[in-house]
């Protein structure tokens, strides 16, 4: 058994895929593509699903991705908050906290807290958490 992928549904597949190719240099693993049919509607359980999909490569990681799917037809709900039960944060470990962070905020993302160090005085390590454009909440560390 191995993990394989990590998967966002997004209210714009392509604005979200291109900001975590902008900020975070993944790259398209294959050409996006549509999903629809029936197949597709009994495997997910939502009926008549139409789902706009890109898969994209994560930095340092050889084969596990991150899904971004676009359902034609979605049920919004409020944005998480980062307390709340369910999947937490996307956490990426960063060459420059302060620039990584400037990058999420030009590219449509929302701060949430404040640089802090979590480590020790011999180890310090560098977190922030941010929102990225559609809300999803993301944690930068810096060793």
């Given at each position: 058994m191995k993990?394989?992928?990590v998967s966002l549904v997004a209210r714009d597949r392509d604005r979200l895929?291109?900001?975590?190719?902008a900020v975070f240099e993944c790259e398209d693993r294959v050409e996006r593509w549509?999903?629809?049919?029936?197949q597709v509607s009994k495997g997910n359980g939502v009926p008549n699903s139409k789902i706009y999909a890109a898969w994209l490569s994560l930095p340092g990681a050889d084969d596990q991705f991150l899904e971004v799917l676009q359902y034609e037809h979605f049920e919004?709900?409020?944005?998480?908050a980062v307390n709340q039960p369910g999947l937490g944060h996307l956490c990426f470990e960063v060459e420059?906290?302060?620039?990584?962070?400037?990058?999420i905020l030009?590219?449509?993302?929302?701060?949430?807290?404040?640089?802090?160090?979590?480590g020790t005085p011999?180890?310090?390590?560098?977190?922030?958490?941010?929102?990225?454009p559609e809300g999803n909440v993301l944690e930068l560390e810096q060793r």
């Open positions: 993990f394989s992928h895929a291109d900001f975590y190719k549509t999903m629809s049919g029936e919004d709900r409020p944005t998480p420059d906290i302060y620039a990584t962070s400037a990058a030009a590219a449509g993302g929302a701060p949430l807290g404040e640089v802090t160090d979590l011999q180890s310090p390590v560098l977190c922030v958490y941010l929102r990225d």
